[in-house]
């Protein structure tokens, strides 16, 4: 007499069934630690050298952002001003003289940059480097070129603070909301456009 079995085995489990699902998860905790690390993860300054054409071809990008220079320039009233005041804004710095020419060019372009941004956490911060005697003619072009407004430095300390330092007249100096030199054009250019502007949208776009 055969010995009667008295339990009963379970339901079989498919090992294939047992593999796909192991995989699925793997791969779905992969896709959460990759959205959680992305989304932990500090942004690093957005990269500027896509606008290296243009006017802007001879575009300086520094590979890490640099600190402004805390040395005063003027404003048209006599009162004193750091680039430090303008922190929070995307700031388009412009070294420049009445004596020289590329400079007066390009500035009809800088008031439109300006223009463009009127409502928008941008400053086009024009700075003459003209002796005193010379206020006259700073003023005469500023008025040409509404909205720009007067700031000054005829000692040319902030030309030498630049590190490195105003290779010549134009020096146009971008700073980030962090008050950080993110890009630097020696010479003119034109900064109503495109890239000129596509510059300027990144940087805002920044956190």
């Known amino acids: 007499m ?6 009963q085995s379970g339901p079989k489990r498919n090992p294939i069934r047992l593999a796909l699902g192991g995989v699925i998860l793997v791969g779905v905790a992969a896709i959460l630690y990759v959205i959680a690390s992305a989304s932990f ?5 957005a990269d500027l050298t896509e606008f290296k054409k243009g006017t802007l071809e001879k575009l300086d990008v520094p590979s890490t952002p640099r600190p402004a220079p805390y040395t005063a320039f003027t404003s048209l009233d006599g009162k004193s001003a750091t680039l430090a005041d303008f922190k929070g804004r995307v700031v388009v710095m412009n070294l420049w003289a009445t004596w020289c020419a590329p400079c007066r060019a390009e500035m009809p372009t800088l008031a439109k940059l300006q223009a463009v941004y009127a409502t928008q956490p941008v400053t086009v911060l024009p700075i003459s480097v003209d002796r005193d005697g010379d206020l006259n003619l700073v003023n005469e072009e500023m008025a040409a070129n509404p909205p720009l407004k007067t700031y000054r430095d005829p000692s040319y300390k902030l030309s030498f603070a630049l590190d490195p330092k105003a290779g010549g007249f ?3 100096v971008i700073y980030d909301r962090q008050g950080r030199e993110r890009a630097r054009m020696t010479g003119p250019a034109d900064w109503s456009s495109p890239e000129a502007r596509g510059l300027v949208e990144k940087l805002l776009a920044e956190k």
Do not use: L
């Open 2 to 7: 055969n010995e009667v079995q008295s339990g």
């Open 41 to 45: 993860k500090p942004s690093g300054p």
């Open 170 to 172: 134009p020096t146009t």
